[in-house]
C-alpha cells in the first residue's frame, strides 16, 4: 500500500483479573470510582492541574460505562474530551469519544463519528483508531458497504501507522476482520472471491475508500460537530 494522505488508563487491573466473577467485578469497579471521585475532589478543591483534572475524568466516566453507569458517564467524559480538544491533545480525545459511544447514550453515535475523525485524520495510536473503526462494524447491518469501508481503512492504517511486532499484530487482527466482514457482506469465503468482493467495493485503493468513510462519519455524526475540523486541520504538522 503507498504511503498514508491523511482526510481527516483502560479499565483498572483489578476488574480485568475478576471477569470470571460479575459480583468481584462490580465490587472492584466501585472501589476504583471511589478512589477516583475522591481524587478528582481533592483537585478541585486545592485549584490542581487542568490536565490531571481531564484525565481523572476520563478515568471516571470509562468506570461508570464498566459499572453500565452510561447517563452518568457522559457529562463527564464530555467534559474530558472538550478539554483535550482545547489542547491539541487528540488521542485523548479520541480516546474520550470511544468512552462516549460506549455509554450508549442518544448522541453516542454522533460521538464514534467524532473519534473516528480524530483518529484518521491525526497520527495516533493505529489500536485505538481500529478499536474505533470496528464499532462502525458492529453497529451495521450484514450487507453494509460501510462496515466493509470501515474494515478496508483498519488493515490499511494497521500497515501504515504501525511498526515491528505491533504491525504484525494488527496487520493480521484487521485481514481477520476483514475476511469477516466479507463473509458477512456477501458470503466471501475464497481468496478469488475476496480479491473480486474488493476490486468491486473498491477497497484497494486508499484514495477512494478513504473518501467513502467520510460518508460513513457524516451519517454517524449529522453536522452535529464539536469542533472545527477546517481550523484543526491547519495546526496539523503536515499541513505547514
Not at 478513504?210 to 475540523?229: A, G, S, T
Amino acid at each position: 500500500m503507498k504511503q498514508f494522505d491523511p482526510f481527516f488508563t483502560r479499565l483498572p487491573d483489578t476488574a480485568a483479573d475478576s471477569v470470571m466473577n460479575p459480583g468481584i467485578e462490580a465490587a472492584a469497579l466501585e472501589s476504583h470510582l471511589q478512589v477516583l471521585v475522591e481524587h478528582l475532589h481533592e483537585l478541585e478543591r486545592s485549584d490542581g492541574s487542568a490536565q490531571r483534572i481531564a484525565d481523572l475524568r476520563l478515568q471516571i466516566a470509562r468506570t461508570l460505562v464498566g459499572l453500565e453507569r452510561g447517563d452518568e458517564a457522559w457529562p463527564i467524559g464530555r467534559a474530558a474530551f472538550d478539554h483535550f480538544m482545547a489542547f491539541d491533545q487528540f488521542e485523548l480525545a479520541a480516546d474520550a469519544c470511544d468512552v462516549l459511544f460506549q455509554a450508549n447514550q442518544p448522541d453516542s453515535l454522533i460521538a464514534l463519528g467524532q473519534g473516528i475523525w480524530l483518529s484518521v485524520t491525526c497520527p495516533i495510536d493505529p489500536e485505538l483508531t481500529i478499536e474505533l473503526l470496528s464499532h462502525v462494524i458492529d453497529e451495521t447491518p450484514d450487507d453494509s458497504d460501510g462496515a466493509a469501508v470501515a474494515a478496508a481503512t483498519a488493515l490499511f492504517l494497521a500497515d501504515v501507522r504501525s511498526h515491528d511486532r505491533q504491525r504484525e499484530d494488527l496487520v493480521f487482527f484487521t485481514t481477520q476482520l476483514l475476511g469477516t466482514v466479507a463473509r458477512r457482506h456477501d458470503g466471501i469465503e475464497t481468496p478469488a472471491q475476496m480479491d473480486a468482493w474488493m476490486d468491486r467495493l473498491e477497497l484497494k485503493e486508499p484514495e477512494k475508500f478513504l473518501v467513502r468513510l467520510r460518508n460513513v462519519v457524516d451519517v454517524l455524526v449529522q453536522d452535529d460537530w464539536w469542533f472545527d475540523r477546517d481550523a484543526l486541520q491547519a495546526r496539523l504538522p503536515f499541513n505547514q
